[in-house]
């Protein structure tokens, strides 16, 4: 057996606005609870015996040199690659795997070519697989704690390595703090907090971060995903689109007009909202005249942005995000406090 370890730093950025801080509260403990299992994904590569992951919690600002032990790291170097613009933390999993590695392995490719591998290059192909698993944690954490408290975190620049090869993740970012707070003023869906175990749980068990999206709800998670982004930039125009994609995987069968089947059954999942009729007719109206070619829009090189027309195009497409994105994660958020992986809806008929 040879022992692979990675060490995985995952930076937590945490809100400017003091109204959120209490939703930070006891996210240490919460996190040190999960189970970051990636033993499922070095299966399918490598002859695996056993595998642990191990959490640390700490603040930017109080790091331990002990912490970065396994690799040598002074709280310096780390710090460096670990920027967190908003006073944040860092989660700290440390990986290990014992696996059985093989004199040599082939591989056979697609145009019929064979690579065969020694146990050297196989050796370091694990780690980087291993390593690759590893930084995978960092998208999970960042879409579960955006439905277990949505809006409160980001997660910033992340990296992992095996001590030689270093994968690197740069901050994972979202509109869903506008989100929150958009539900926060309408007061639907409520939007209070939910234990992070039970959304991880929910989340890896069907392993929706890594799926095609064979269901429903699969895709909705996938709509959902496609509202958090690597760049700095904001794309609401296209934000839109995917969270109406996945408000209609959810609700929508085929048997009658999208946008009323999206607010009738939304509102049998969520409870009744009078309001929403209307405001859904508009987001949907915006994301129409797009695909049709009658609204107007800037261009990717586009710099008038004091222009009054820009102004508009900007003003109703987030208020158009801000209604759908909440229905999306207000969906996802009560199957997970349901614990359900599918919906079926059906039209009763009574009489007597």
Same mark, same amino acid.
């Given at each position: 057996?040879?022992?692979?370890?990675?060490?995985?730093?995952?930076?937590?950025?945490?809100?400017?606005?003091?109204?959120?801080?209490?939703?930070?509260?006891? @996210?240490?403990? $919460?996190?040190?609870?999960? +189970?970051?299992?990636?033993?499922?994904?070095?299966?399918?590569?490598?002859?695996?015996?056993?595998?642990?992951?191990?959490?640390?919690?700490?603040?930017?600002?109080?790091?331990?040199?002990?912490?970065?032990?396994?690799?040598?790291?002074?709280?310096?170097?780390? #710090?460096?690659?670990?920027?967190?613009?908003?006073?944040?933390?860092?989660?700290?999993?440390?990986? &290990?795997?014992?696996? %059985?590695?093989?004199?040599?392995?082939?591989?056979?490719?697609?145009?019929?070519?064979?690579?065969?591998?020694?146990? &050297?290059?196989?050796?370091?192909?694990?780690?980087?697989?291993?390593?690759?698993?590893?930084?995978?944690?960092?998208?999970?954490?960042?879409?579960?704690?955006?439905?277990? &408290?949505?809006?409160?975190?980001?997660?910033?620049?992340?990296?992992?390595?095996?001590?030689?090869?270093? #994968?690197?993740? !740069?901050?994972?970012?979202?509109?869903?703090?506008?989100? !929150?707070?958009?539900?926060? %003023?309408?007061?639907?869906?409520?939007?209070?907090?939910?234990?992070?175990?039970?959304?991880?749980?929910?989340?890896? #068990?069907?392993?929706?971060?890594?799926?095609?999206?064979?269901?429903?709800?699969?895709?909705?998670?996938?709509?959902?995903?496609?509202? *958090?982004?690597?760049?700095?930039?904001?794309? %609401?125009?296209?934000?839109?689109?995917?969270?109406?994609?996945?408000? $209609?995987?959810?609700?929508?069968?085929?048997? !009658?007009?999208?946008?009323? +089947?999206?607010?009738?059954?939304? /509102?049998?999942?969520?409870?009744?909202?009078?309001?929403?009729?209307?405001?859904?007719?508009?987001?949907?109206?915006?994301?129409?005249?797009? @695909?049709?070619?009658?609204?107007?829009?800037?261009? +990717?090189?586009? /710099?008038?942005?004091?222009?009054?027309? *820009?102004?508009?195009?900007? /003003?109703?497409?987030?208020?158009?995000? !801000?209604?759908?994105? /909440?229905?999306?994660?207000?969906?996802?958020?009560?199957?997970?406090?349901?614990?359900?992986?599918?919906?079926?809806?059906?039209?009763?008929?009574?009489?007597?």
């Amino acid at each position: 057996m040879t022992s692979l370890s990675v060490e995985t730093y995952i930076s937590l950025l945490v809100p400017f606005d003091k109204e959120w801080r209490s939703y930070v509260v006891g @996210i240490e403990a $919460e996190l040190l609870g999960l +189970q970051f299992d990636v033993g499922s994904k070095l299966s399918d590569l490598m002859d695996l015996s056993t595998h642990t992951v191990e959490a640390h919690f700490f603040h930017v600002n109080g790091m331990e040199p002990d912490s970065y032990a396994p690799l040598g790291l002074s709280p310096e170097d780390v #710090e460096q690659r670990l920027r967190a613009v908003r006073a944040g933390a860092v989660l700290h999993l440390s990986g &290990r795997a014992e696996v %059985e590695i093989p004199e040599e392995r082939s591989f056979e490719f697609s145009d019929g070519a064979v690579r065969v591998m020694d146990r &050297r290059k196989l050796e370091a192909w694990y780690s980087q697989e291993f390593v690759r698993a590893m930084n995978g944690t960092c998208a999970t954490l960042a879409l579960a704690l955006n439905l277990a &408290r949505p809006g409160v975190f980001d997660v910033g620049p992340s990296f992992s390595t095996d001590g030689a090869f270093v #994968e690197s993740e !740069a901050s994972i970012i979202s509109n869903i703090p506008l989100t !929150a707070k958009a539900a926060q %003023e309408s007061v639907w869906p409520k939007f209070t907090s939910i234990p992070i175990e039970k959304v991880w749980n929910w989340i890896t #068990e069907k392993d929706y971060v890594d799926s095609m999206g064979e269901t429903g709800i699969g895709r909705a998670f996938n709509a959902y995903s496609r509202l *958090f982004s690597r760049a700095s930039s904001s794309a %609401e125009n296209e934000n839109l689109f995917w969270a109406l994609m996945g408000l $209609e995987a959810l609700f929508c069968d085929g048997t !009658a007009g999208s946008m009323s +089947q999206v607010v009738s059954r939304s /509102q049998l999942l969520l409870g009744a909202h009078a309001p929403l009729k209307k405001a859904f007719a508009r987001a949907y109206g915006v994301r129409s005249a797009f @695909i049709h070619g009658g609204r107007p829009f800037p261009g +990717q090189f586009f /710099q008038s942005d004091g222009l009054e027309t *820009f102004e508009h195009f900007s /003003q109703t497409t987030v208020d158009a995000l !801000a209604t759908t994105a /909440q229905m999306l994660v207000g969906s996802l958020r009560e199957l997970i406090v349901r614990d359900w992986h599918s919906l079926e809806f059906t039209t009763q008929l009574e009489g007597s």
